[in-house]
């Protein structure tokens, strides 16, 4: 989740030397056919899933079109290094699902920056049983958890908060599979509170203590452009924001209607599964923030806190980026009429 991207091994897949200047000038906003409308390419960090409703939304009700725009997805996965994507121009605008990959990314030299934040809390949870449950940080003491390997770094952050020797805990790497948990193998799993399929398995037993609720206040699903992108084609880059923002608000308020769009456009999706997780997904992407500042939003405090938690971890190869490298609030300040303020 946390994963960030080597610098030398970027610039080696894109076929550049390392002494070159990386400047991502591919900006790939193309013509469109005979309509005169230009095509965005946004990239996903992940497969197309409900972090997409609004996107899809937009473009189903002709939010993007009203911008001159049409959208083309690409998904994303584990053998897909979607900010590479964007940093080298190959994508317009990327989504990823976690805030830090930014910022390591960012550390790493690649010029990638975040414009708006997609989920105001980050779905990331512990999830344990009630037989042996973990309700606040310092019930993980003496136990068990499974978690991925790339979200081993928030275990360590969340402990490090609370002031929990490693020690502590035990931590087996393991996947997403809730397996071992039911069987007492683990006290505790790791995983998105939005992925109501998988977590089916726990049942009513099922006890939750969320990243965020634990000190470690990330953002999930931030979208994002290179600085070079930022700065020649301001207008698109507002364009492909306003749309995605109205898209989302179109969700907001039609909820059954944009799951319906999600699995028409992706029929491997369960209908039934992302009813149940829609309302979940709204509540991530509006919240009491919103409802003052409109969608999107997110604070540089925040950004700041982030990359300090890090640095104290020692997670970043090159020295800590500044907080303004990482994210600027200028484009959802300048849409600030079209992002719904809904809460």
């Known amino acids: 989740m946390t994963r960030g991207v080597s610098r030398r091994a970027l610039l080696k897949s894109l076929g550049v030397t390392a002494g070159a200047a990386f400047t991502?000038?591919?900006?790939?906003?193309?013509?469109?056919?005979?309509?005169?409308m230009q095509t965005v390419t946004l990239q996903l960090g992940w497969l197309a899933s409900n972090g997409i409703l609004g996107e899809v939304a937009a473009a189903e009700q002709g939010f993007f079109a009203d911008e001159g725009l049409a959208l083309d997805v690409v998904p994303g996965g584990p053998n897909v290094d979607g900010v590479a994507s964007v940093a080298s121009g190959r994508a317009s605008i990327g989504s990823i699902?976690?805030?830090?990959?930014?910022?390591?990314?960012?550390?790493?030299?690649l010029p990638v920056k975040c414009i708006a934040a997609g989920y105001q809390q980050h779905p990331f949870t512990y999830f344990s049983l009630e037989r042996?449950?973990?309700?606040?940080?310092?019930?993980?003491?003496?136990?068990?958890?499974a978690t991925n390997g790339t979200a081993r770094i928030l275990l360590q952050a969340l402990l490090a908060r609370n002031g929990i020797s490693e020690d502590d805990v035990e931590v087996l790497v393991m996947g997403s599979d809730m397996a071992p948990l039911m069987t007492g193998q683990v006290d505790v799993v790791t995983g998105w509170k939005t992925n109501t399929s998988a977590?089916?398995?726990?049942?009513?037993?099922r006890v939750d203590m969320t990243l965020w609720d634990a000190g470690i206040r990330l953002y999930?699903?931030?979208?994002?452009?290179t600085d070079r992108?930022?700065?020649?084609?301001?207008?698109?880059?507002?364009?492909?924001?306003?749309?995605?923002?109205?898209?989302?608000?179109?969700?907001?308020?039609?909820p059954e209607e944009a799951v319906e769009i999600l699995v028409k456009r992706y029929p491997n999706l369960n209908r039934e599964n992302e009813l149940k997780t829609v309302g979940m997904v709204l509540d991530y992407s509006f919240n009491e923030a919103t409802a003052a500042r409109g969608w999107g939003t997110m604070t540089r405090e925040n950004w700041q806190d982030q990359i300090g938690t890090y640095d104290r971890l020692g997670q970043f190869e090159n020295a800590a980026p500044a907080v303004?490298?990482?994210?600027?609030?200028?484009?959802?300040?300048?849409?600030?009429a079209a992002r719904p303020t809904f809460g």
């Open 24 to 36: 991502g000038n591919l900006f790939s906003i193309a013509p469109a056919g005979a309509s005169g």
């Open 97 to 109: 699902s976690s805030s830090p990959s930014l910022m390591l990314a960012r550390s790493q030299g």
């Open 132 to 145: 042996n449950p973990v309700r606040e940080p310092k019930d993980l003491i003496g136990k068990t958890v």
């Open 199 to 205: 977590l089916e398995v726990l049942g009513d037993a």
């Open 220 to 225: 999930a699903n931030p979208y994002y452009v």
């Open 229 to 254: 992108t930022l700065a020649d084609h301001p207008e698109q880059v507002r364009g492909m924001l306003r749309a995605i923002a109205r898209g989302w608000g179109w969700v907001h308020d039609n």
């Open 324 to 336: 303004d490298d990482v994210m600027t609030l200028s484009v959802l300040d300048e849409i600030a």
